[in-house]
T-cell receptor, first 116, second 117 residues
């Protein structure tokens, strides 16, 4: 079974609108962390936001917020007021406390294209 | 404070040649991780190393691939007798330790794009 699933391979969004990127995960570990990364066309991996499994509140970082629904095992990323520079691949990832070291498990990604 | 440095950025090898990818972790980071990204896919974990030790190589192919992180110098990911299927982006990440599930110090390099012709 996939540990991280991103069901949207690609999305268009109008500039200045909000967009939600879906991410569901599968783990039996009670302690885990969820991450979102942005990968622009230049290829680097840019950390956006983190949510811990025990965090009571949804994480927010500027225009990024994470809609964490623990019972549903979902951690959707919301980007508000989209900008042209938000066009990129977005990856959801998970780290489990019982996994060796600090390795991350990634989903397949969602490509976002912001239209002017 | 330089980030995680990977070189080369782009590497072209003919089938059967060897590819050596280098990763210098951030200053103060003693943990290094290698990931592979095939075209249009997410990153896949390959190996986790500390200085002079391989901690977890569960994601490494059984043959032709090896990794090291010597006491001095960068971490090296070595691919022998490359084949076209090895064409991918290889990312290195480093962290100061294993601080639990958060570990905000986890930092990726810009990757090496390997093309096998």
């Amino acid at each position: 079974a996939q540990k991280i699933t991103q069901t949207q391979p690609g999305m268009f969004v109008q500039e200045k609108e909000a967009v939600t990127l879906d991410c569901t995960y599968d783990t039996s570990d009670p302690s885990y962390g969820l991450f979102w990364y942005k990968q622009p066309s230049s290829g680097e991996m840019i950390f956006l936001i983190y949510q811990g499994s025990y965090d009571q509140q949804n994480a927010t970082e500027g225009r990024y917020s994470l809609n964490f629904q623990k019972a549903r095992k979902s951690a959707n990323l919301v980007i508000s007021a989209s900008q042209l520079g938000d066009s990129a691949m977005y990856f959801c990832a998970m780290r489990e406390s019982q996994a060796a070291g600090n390795k991350l498990t990634f989903g397949g990604g969602t490509r976002v294209l912001v239209k002017p | 404070n330089a980030g995680v440095m990977q070189n080369p950025r782009h590497l072209v090898r003919r089938r059967g040649q060897e590819a050596r990818l280098r990763c210098s972790p951030m200053k103060g980071h003693s943990h290094v991780y290698w990931y592979r990204q095939l075209p249009e896919e997410g990153l896949k974990f390959m190996v986790y190393l500390q200085k002079e030790n391989i901690i977890d190589e569960s994601g490494m192919p059984k043959e032709r691939f090896s990794a090291e992180f010597p006491k001095e110098g960068p971490s090296i990911l070595r691919i022998q007798q490359v084949v076209r299927g090895d064409s991918a982006a290889y990312f290195c990440a480093s962290s100061p330790g294993t601080g639990g599930v958060a570990d905000y110090g986890y930092t990726f390099g810009s990757g090496t794009r390997l093309t096998v012709v």
